[in-house]
């Protein structure tokens, strides 16, 4: 069944990057013109920054959630003292990330089970980690977007695969796996120590949809409830991307899904859904490099030697 998720998401990569490609190509020169535009450049570049730092505190949370699930059972390697276990979290956590942009969309997990091992975490620990980190960011980006999409108002909502769904309907069924998700992550955590991942999760999210926001308001003179319903249409896309088996990085399938949301207007979809694309990328490159200096702490888990 795996082998079959996986062949299936694969599909849907294909199909949806060269929906994209295709949609990039006929409005070329609409697109070259909003990226060479200086105000939009600068969002770009402020966009990836902050969304680099935004991805140390999700590697905060994971580090959080990992450490409480260990209970101090795991030795602390070399230099363990907490303060440096989190830096050097921070850091493998972000060095894994950028492996989910080969084929198959698995071996940043991979990557995680053999870098962390080194650190010190058992690899039970580290695949449950990874497991409630996955339903923490069902659970807030599905909050997050919901609350964008009520606050920016109803439209006539989105059409998929000639099915249309309205913006109360989409709010409403998000309601459910954000409950199922924060549900799943609380079974497995301690006490108090259930709402800092949380917390962080919302946070990270929160700020990714703040630049999201700015970003569309550069690329056109929008609306500020447009530009909420837009902001929150392009986190579904995120998670639509995040759930695909098989798609790395979620390429392809968040753009195609963002562009549903934007239907009455294909080049700004287009402009949109690059500009989107080009900032997480720029910034899952960044993190690993900002934190370089860490992986001296980690046994063969360094970009550079320190």
Not at 2 to 17: D, M, R, S
């Amino acid at each position: 069944m795996k082998k079959l998720l996986n062949i299936a998401g694969a599909v849907v990569f294909v199909i949806a990057t060269a929906l994209l490609l295709v949609q990039a190509w006929r409005y070329r020169e609409t697109l070259a013109a909003a990226l060479s535009d200086p105000a939009v450049l600068a969002g770009v570049i402020g966009g990836s920054l902050a969304y680099a730092a935004l991805l140390g505190v999700l590697a905060l949370s994971w580090s959080i959630v990992a450490r409480q699930l260990a209970d101090g059972a795991a030795p602390a390697p070399a230099g363990g003292a907490p303060g440096v276990r989190r830096h050097r979290d921070v850091h493998v956590y972000a060095l894994c990330n950028i492996y989910k942009y080969l084929p198959g969309n698995i071996f940043h997990l991979v990557s995680r089970q053999a870098l962390f091992a080194n650190a010190g975490l058992g690899q039970g620990v580290i695949a449950r980690a990874t497991l409630v980190e996955a339903c923490l960011h069902v659970a807030a980006v599905t909050t997050v977007a919901a609350l964008l999409l009520a606050i920016g108002g109803d439209t006539g909502g989105i059409e998929l695969v000639g099915i249309r769904l309205s913006l109360p309907l989409i709010v409403v069924a998000m309601a459910v796996p954000a409950v199922v998700g924060v549900s799943l992550a609380w079974t497995q955590l301690r006490g108090g120590g259930r709402l800092r991942p949380v917390a962080l999760q919302l946070l990270f999210f929160a700020g990714y949809a703040a630049i999201v926001y700015v970003l569309f308001g550069l690329l056109a003179a929008l609306p500020a409830d447009r530009l909420l319903r837009l902001t929150g249409g392009y986190l579904v896309a995120w998670l639509a991307g995040f759930l695909t088996p098989g798609a790395p990085g979620g390429v392809g399938v968040r753009e195609v899904v963002f562009m549903a949301f934007a239907h009455d207007d294909p080049a700004f979809a287009v402009e949109a859904a690059v500009a989107g694309r080009l900032v997480t990328t720029v910034g899952d490159l960044l993190l690993p490099v900002l934190t370089a200096g860490y992986g001296r702490f980690v046994p063969g888990g360094g970009l550079f030697r320190g």
